[in-house]
Nanobody, 126 residues
């Protein structure tokens, strides 16, 4: 069974950077869009960023615009999230997700994403 595997999380201080990666394990699948979501302690899952696999169009939640960059390497079939100027509100478990379709769906709509990773913890301290 194909799974998504995230890596790159960790503990950093405010103002520092991290780069998350996400790649499928156990095979490949058709990808229209991939996204990053996060869940802060005691809160719901929220959208962070997404990218359309074919044309590279990107989408961000307002709080990360200018600080985070989502990208993909189609040759390596890998998704990235470069996170700069991290602050404590960015703390949470970060999940990558993949959608095989979604032309008419908002990137924020979790229902379009059929594959999810297990999550990677990002902790930002003062």
């Amino acid at each position: 069974q194909v799974q998504l595997v995230e890596s790159g999380g960790g503990l950093v201080q405010a103002g520092e950077s991290l780069r998350l990666s996400c790649a499928p394990s156990g095979g490949t699948f058709s990808t229209y869009r991939m996204g990053w979501f996060r869940q802060a302690p005691g809160k719901e899952l929220t959208f962070v960023a997404a990218i359309n696999w074919s044309d590279g169009a990107t989408y961000y939640t307002d709080s990360v615009k200018g600080r985070f960059t989502i990208s993909r390497d189609t040759a390596k079939n890998t998704l990235y999230l470069q996170m700069n100027h991290l602050n404590t509100v960015d703390t949470g478990v970060y999940y990558c997700a993949s959608a095989s379709s979604g032309l008419f769906d908002s990137p924020l709509y979790t229902g379009q994403y059929s594959h999810w990773g297990q999550g990677t913890q990002v902790t930002v301290s003062l």
